[in-house]
């Protein structure tokens, strides 16, 4: 019991500390003035004329994004490194910074102005069925690890780069912050941006070293499902202060607060009455199949038409589905593979097109984006490596702990393009977070190589995710 | 080899007389002028301005087709009705002939204009997949049941329908045909629009009945596999008739020919090759997974540019790929349900969008409804009665064969929207076939009952297809 007090008062000092920190840093930037970048252009507006073209469009589309999203993954694969980098990588270079820059007449060729819309909608579909699965595959008992280490250090983890994100926004406001966004939402904003990790990148890296039953593979696996949980939390927050006209940020905070209670208390019990239903079946029938859709699609719905983003609605009901049973299994089966072979290359695709690494020039702005890395990868490795110091970690360890921690893969990618479309984020800081969350990530595997830390040779995974 | 010449006779005869019939009716219909019914609306214009919020109201519209499909779809098959008929007609009582209607505020919060291009974008890709699907499923060795009763009844089930078709295209085209279409354009597709057997619709049929091992069932599927080819080549012929400027017809058909060879006889050796490795690895692997992709679309895409349809080079790379593989079956697994369940849905309620049974009033317009239907299921019944009885099936078998092929299901709708899209079928004109393919279909199961030729007592079908 004297253990469990002492959590409490260590968490509830923290947090108290945090939000003292935050409220400094936001008291001395709320004299700063807006960059002012001009949001960034809307889509393109498709018109009635092209509609019987749009689909040999499309196609097309698709079938360079996918056959590019495969060869880079490979490519990435053979060289030891996360294959969903490869395809993230493969996203960027049919955007305008490679592709468009090097044969801008390609580039529309194959993606013309008036599929971006259609490729928009894919995106955001693939991304919501994407999160579903990634909720679906988050092992609810980890975050039951109520080790003094696992929650020392995915608070760490969080607290840090939050705050030291929330600093560096006193000097990027002024210079990059898009317009009109106040200081508030943008120091919020920058800061849920450095505290993300991918649970999924992370989880397969230690998979493909063969580490994820190890002391160190579980301690990981399970801060990230902490860190998930929290950051996502964090990211509705601050969605919800941006969206907000004055006195609907309650409102939205308590329609949240309300749907969540809806979805873990009674839509939970739904989700155990459908296994029941699938295992007295004993087969996942189109009907059973239908219904999880239906509620996945309702589930967004509802948190897209609150304010905080479809993706927690489609997040939050994958977690009420049993991970381990069979009805998520066949769930998995079911939509994985198209979700992860067609659908997410899109969206990196998207964020390619929307990444213009040809904004980021002159040496001022290369040094805010090795700022921007500096920081996020010191904060995410240093209050990870601290708090894995402080709870018993020799260093060797610590360090892994860290450089794991640091992976921010794909989850990264899906809240900058959230900002991008808020208004927070100018599309120069755009991509400099983008140029951040691929180097974060690609950096793991090397660094965890030269720690030594694998449990097994590192072995080609067939899967991306 | 007498046998084989006499058939060889048989065909050429059959088939010369039905050019010449055709031939015949054509210049008795190059005096008609069409009636000009302007073609239907584009789609709505999209701006740029609602792209932010146009995902919630994709998965409103989303959640509501899945909802009101699997209603009516568990309803029909409570009536032992296809289900799929079911979700056929939730998609056009969410259009404007029936919510539109009743409650214009609903029908337009549920599907306003705006998401049109999406919803049909997102149609257009789920039939391209379940072509695809049809396409994997079709055995190729029930095309080598060359008994004469197969060939004889599938190609009477084809030529008396299409003959009959276009002689009351001469009726038709005065009065009901689209804009700017020539009479052969008209009659050619009206004759296709008759022949039409759903094979999946009438597979499923004889599932559910336990009919499909008996030698009316082996018939029926036979006739109904031989039947989808020609009239699937027959459709092709036609859409690129009604595309062709002059000149380019041979162009088209001759780009046809050389991709048709291609796929038959190069793809085919990849497919095996795909089919090895997959045995080789053990499993479908997302790369495996990918290249299948990959080439459906690329075979869709390549079809689409040729301007013979997406559809035909989805179907043509689903058939060279051994259905009764273990890839085959892994794919079926990993995209089926989505297909079914998610996309085919949206298909159907776009159909009923442009389905407007308004359109149809007044007498003349029901007589000429009912005179499509007539002539439709006449056709198709008296031909493959006809031609049963002659190859020496007692009556009662003959007339099952006929009501079987009369399956029009949802074969019919995609062939009614290509039409629509051409420019090919006025909006009425649409209509009216919609409702021929629906009370056809529907008709099949409580007229085989009556006939008694169950092998087995109805029972309920988990599946829709």
């Not at 009635?48 to 590019?68: D, R, T, Y």
């Not at 007295?280 to 996945?296: H, M, P, S």
Request: with cysteine; hydrophobic share 55%.
């Amino acid at each position: 019991m004297i253990r469990r007090s002492r959590i409490a008062i260590l968490y509830a000092a923290s947090l108290g500390a945090s939000i003292g920190v935050f409220f400094l840093i936001r008291s001395a930037g709320r004299s700063l003035t807006s960059a002012g970048t001009p949001r960034p252009e809307a889509l393109a507006r498709p018109t009635a004329s092209e509609a019987p073209g749009i689909l040999l469009h499309v196609l097309l589309a698709l079938v360079v994004i996918i056959v590019a999203a495969r060869i880079l993954g490979a490519l990435f694969r053979r060289l030891n490194l996360p294959q969903v980098m490869g395809e993230v990588v493969a996203g960027i270079l049919l955007g305008p910074s490679f592709l468009g820059w090097l044969a801008p007449e390609a580039a529309s060729l194959v993606l013309p102005v008036n599929t971006a819309p259609y490729l928009a909608l894919i995106s955001q579909v693939g991304v919501v069925l994407y999160m579903f699965l990634v909720g679906l595959e988050l092992d609810m008992d980890l975050l039951q690890e109520r080790t003094r280490a696992a929650i020392a250090v995915s608070h760490a983890s969080i607290v840090l780069p939050f705050l030291s994100g929330a600093a560096i926004a006193l000097w990027l406001y002024p210079r990059y912050s898009a317009n009109a966004v106040s200081f508030t939402t943008f120091a919020l904003f920058i800061g849920v941006a450095m505290s993300i990790t991918a649970f999924p990148v992370l989880a397969r890296i230690l998979t493909d070293r063969g580490m994820q039953k190890t002391r160190l593979g579980v301690l990981a696996l399970a801060c990230a499902a902490i860190n998930d949980v929290v950051a996502w939390c964090l990211l509705a927050f601050v969605i919800s202060v941006a969206h907000a006209q004055t006195g609907s940020l309650l409102f939205t905070l308590l329609t949240t607060i309300g749907f969540l209670c809806f979805v873990l208390l009674i839509a939970k019990r739904g989700a155990l009455r459908l296994v029941r239903w699938q295992t007295a079946k004993g087969r996942t029938t189109q009907d059973i199949f239908a219904v999880v859709c239906a509620a996945l699609l309702l589930s967004a719905l509802v948190t897209e038409r609150i304010g905080i983003h479809a993706l927690f609605g489609a997040f939050l009901l994958g977690t009420v589905i049993p991970h381990n049973s069979v009805l998520a299994r066949d769930i998995r089966e079911k939509c994985e593979d198209l979700v992860v072979v067609l659908l997410l290359p899109v969206f990196f695709v998207f964020t390619g097109m929307r990444t213009q690494i040809g904004l980021v020039h002159g040496s001022r702005e290369w040094l805010a984006c090795i700022l921007i890395i500096a920081v996020a990868s010191l904060g995410k490795f240093g209050g990870s490596f601290l708090a894995a110091r402080w709870t018993g970690s020799d260093w060797r360890e610590a360090a892994s702990i860290g450089v794991l921690m640091n992976t921010r893969g794909l989850m990264e990618l899906i809240v900058l393009n959230v900002g991008l479309d808020l208004g927070v984020l100018s599309p120069v800081l755009f991509t400099m977070f983008v140029i951040m969350a691929v180097v974060t990530t690609l950096v793991t595997t090397p660094i965890l190589h030269q720690l030594g830390e694998s449990g097994a040779p590192p072995s080609p995974a067939p899967a991306a995710s």
